[in-house]
């Protein structure tokens, strides 16, 4: 059935360290990959998304790489700052009106 | 509006009851969904309109979820004999084009459901 899972539960790094977030998802007819960012008691919020005929691609300390023969893709983000502390989660459509969404990352960015 | 919006932010209410939470997408957004996110989980879908149609429910629990977009705007989700398992944050999104989940989703801030 449709799934997605991701890696690691929780991430804690330094200030000014790197952190990667890695997700699998199973169904192929995916083609649109969003990560999104929530702030406890808030909305989540998208922060990047990649589509399946681009491996990769940046905005500023976030990037987001795209493996779909192997069916993963990643969340990298570079000089972590303590605002960056929050839960992340990615997603990905296996039909053109279903989201189904990762179980998530809880980052914490020590100062 | 400026982004989508839920109301009430926070909703009480006694095992038994009837609840409707509201949703407000930005205007002109065609997709509309809506979550069911209880605590320490990801969003799990429930329902999508495109403009009036409710095209996919699957995700809905029971037949004790209904949820409706008669005008293709605002929309209602209405949990009738509310249990305690259906106490969770319940969150709305909405996207500009009709192949919604596969175009950035814009979500509320959400509606806090408290069963007692």
């Known amino acids: 059935g449709e799934n997605v899972e991701q890696h690691p539960s929780t991430l804690s790094v330094q200030e000014g360290d790197s952190a990667v977030i890695k997700c699998t998802y199973s169904?192929?007819?995916?083609?649109?990959f969003p990560w999104y960012k929530q702030e406890l008691g808030k909305r989540p919020q998208l922060i990047i998304d990649i589509r399946s005929n681009v491996g990769e691609k940046k905005d500023q300390r976030i990037a987001v790489t795209l493996n779909k023969t192997a069916k993963h893709f990643s969340l990298h983000i570079t000089e972590t700052q303590p605002e960056d502390s929050a839960v992340y989660f990615c997603a990905a459509p296996p039909k053109a009106d279903k989201l189904i969404f990762g179980t998530g990352t809880r980052l914490q960015v020590f100062p | 509006g400026a982004g989508v919006s839920q109301s009430p932010r926070y909703k009480v209410a006694k095992r038994g009851q009837d609840v409707a939470l509201r949703c407000d997408p930005i205007?002109?957004?065609?997709?509309l969904f809506w979550y069911q996110q209880a605590l320490g989980q990801g969003p799990e879908f429930l329902t999508y309109?495109?403009?009036?149609?409710?095209?996919?429910k699957s995700g809905l629990p029971s037949d004790r979820f209904f949820a409706e977009r008669p005008e293709g705007s605002v929309s209602t989700l209405k949990i009738q004999r509310t249990q305690k398992e259906d106490s969770a944050v319940y969150l709305c999104?909405?996207?500009?084009?009709?192949?919604?989940?596969?175009?950035?989703?814009?979500f509320g801030d959400g509606t806090r459901l408290s069963i007692l």
């Open positions: 205007s002109g957004h065609v997709s």
């Open positions: 169904d192929s007819a995916s083609n649109y």
């Open positions: 309109f495109q403009n009036e149609a409710q095209l996919d």
């Open positions: 999104a909405s996207s500009p084009v009709g192949i919604g989940a596969r175009q950035p989703q814009h």
